[in-house]
C-alpha cells in the first residue's frame, strides 16, 4: 500500500466516534520523503475544517520556527498522532479536547502504517501527549525535552514543547519557550541528516551516533 492509498482509506475512517462529528480527516501534510516527522497530538478546528494539521494559531507559530529554524513544511511532514478533532460537544458549541486513550489507541491503525511507509530518521513528537504515545508513557516534557530516546518508529526521537503551549505563556518580557521549540527543531534536523547518511544499524542508535 502507498501512502496515498493510506491516506484515501483513513478518509473513510468511521472506527472510533470522533468520526461522527469530524468534518475533515487530518491526515498529514508536507514531504514524505523527508527524514524527519513532526507528530502532534490531534487536530483542532481550523484543522478540521481544512483536513490539515497544524493550520490554525498554532500551526501558524509553528511555520514561524520552522523559518527560524530554515525549515519549511516543505521540507519537513508533519501529522498528529489521532487524525480526526477531538471535542466536547455537551453545550452544544465544539470546545476541543485531548483525545481519549481509546481513541489514541484506535488512531494508531493509521499512525503505525503512516510511519512505516514515510520511514523517518527521526521523529520530532510536539507536545507531551505525543511523546507519552511514540516515547515513553511517563515523558516529562519539563525533564525530557530536547533529548533523544529509542523509538519503534524512527531511529530516534525526541520531543518538544507545543506552540499551543507557547502562545499560552507568551508575554511582552517572554517567549514562553519558543526559543526552544526553533533549537529543538534545528536539532531534529540535524539529527535526521546525519542519520540519513549513516546506514541503519539493526540495534537503537545511541545518542553518541548523532551528538
Ligand atoms: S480519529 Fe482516527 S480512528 Fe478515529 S475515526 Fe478518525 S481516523 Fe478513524
Not at 502504517?113 to 501527549?129: D, F, R, W, Y
Not at 511517563?138 to 518538544?160: L, M, N, Q, S, W
Not at 547518511?197 to 537503537?204: E, I, T
Request: glycine share 6%; with cysteine.
Amino acid at each position: 500500500m502507498t501512502l496515498e492509498e493510506l491516506e484515501s482509506a483513513a478518509k473513510e475512517c468511521i472506527a472510533c466516534r470522533l468520526s461522527e462529528k469530524r468534518r475533515n480527516v487530518a491526515f498529514g501534510d508536507g514531504n514524505p520523503n523527508s527524514p524527519l516527522v513532526l507528530v502532534g497530538e490531534g487536530p483542532g478546528d481550523q484543522e478540521d475544517q481544512q483536513g490539515k494539521p497544524f493550520v490554525g494559531k498554532a500551526g501558524q507559530l509553528l511555520n514561524k520556527a520552522l523559518a527560524d529554524a530554515g525549515l519549511s513544511r516543505e521540507i519537513v511532514y508533519i501529522t498528529n498522532t489521532v487524525k480526526c478533532r477531538a471535542a466536547d460537544w455537551s453545550t452544544g458549541k465544539p470546545v476541543n479536547r485531548p483525545p481519549t486513550d481509546d481513541e489514541t489507541l484506535t488512531c494508531r491503525q493509521w499512525l503505525v502504517p503512516q510511519l512505516a511507509l514515510i520511514k523517518p530518521q527521526v521523529i520530532l513528537c510536539i507536545g507531551s501527549p505525543s511523546a507519552k504515545n511514540l516515547i515513553k508513557k511517563d515523558f516529562k516534557i519539563t525533564v525530557d525535552r530536547g533529548r533523544y530516546f529509542p523509538c519503534e518508529f524512527a531511529r530516534t526521537a525526541i520531543a518538544t514543547l507545543h506552540p499551543a503551549y507557547i502562545l499560552r505563556q507568551q508575554s511582552p518580557t517572554n517567549d514562553g519557550g519558543y526559543s526552544l521549540l526553533v533549537a529543538d527543531l534545528m536539532k531534529a534536523w540535524e539529527a535526521a541528516q546525519k542519520l540519513a547518511s549513516k546506514p541503519p544499524r539493526p540495534q537503537a542508535v545511541p545518542a553518541a551516533l548523532i551528538e
